[in-house]
């Protein structure tokens, strides 16, 4: 499954990013560089309540499936992480600032795994506390908490507070 997403998710990129950085060259007035690179990593995004209803609709169980929702879940991260990088580097270009190495690669590779760290920490915490608290009323609290708590932290050290929110789910 963490094969199969990260190759789908990079694969959609790639083959968008081609065709509109290739527009981009054949109409530079109507697709700037940095639209075409942003737009590529949009493209690795999907739905994943459609397919979530699909399935539960059809009461599927079997190898297909318990593949298929892990992929949907890593095709979401990958896809943030993807657009964390391209944006930063959008961004830098339309500014016309400098591209360095730190500010294209290592500071949104390292927001990537910082959100994910923190959101880690956050949910193995949440998932002891959950041993605590046997009722359902107190798990609800617990998860609603652990949520703004993730997303306080994520302003806090501007991290990516959707990747950190589902690094804890995970």
Do not use: W
Not at 5 to 11: D, K, R, S, T, Y
Not at 55 to 64: F, S
Not at 77 to 85: E, K, P, Q, R, T
């Amino acid at each position: 499954a963490f094969t199969i997403g990260i190759c789908e998710a990079l694969c959609a990129s790639v083959v968008v990013n081609i065709v509109l950085i290739g527009l981009h060259f054949i109409m530079p007035d109507k697709l700037s560089f940095p639209q075409a690179i942003v737009l590529g990593a949009i493209a690795t995004a999907t739905a994943p309540a459609a397919t979530l209803m699909v399935v539960r609709q059809y009461k599927a169980k079997g190898p297909v499936t318990s593949t298929l929702l892990p992929v949907v879940a890593m095709d979401d991260a990958v896809c943030l992480m993807i657009f964390s990088l391209f944006s930063t580097i959008a961004v830098s270009m339309s500014m016309g600032s400098e591209m360095t190495l730190m500010s294209i690669v290592v500071e949104p590779v390292l927001e990537i795994v910082l959100s994910l760290v923190v959101g880690a920490v956050i949910g193995i915490a949440m998932a002891y506390c959950v041993k605590i608290f046997p009722s359902g009323t107190n798990r609800l609290n617990l998860t609603i908490t652990s949520v703004v708590v993730g997303a306080a932290a994520a302003e806090l050290f501007h991290l990516s507070s959707l990747l950190l929110c589902m690094s804890i789910g995970a």
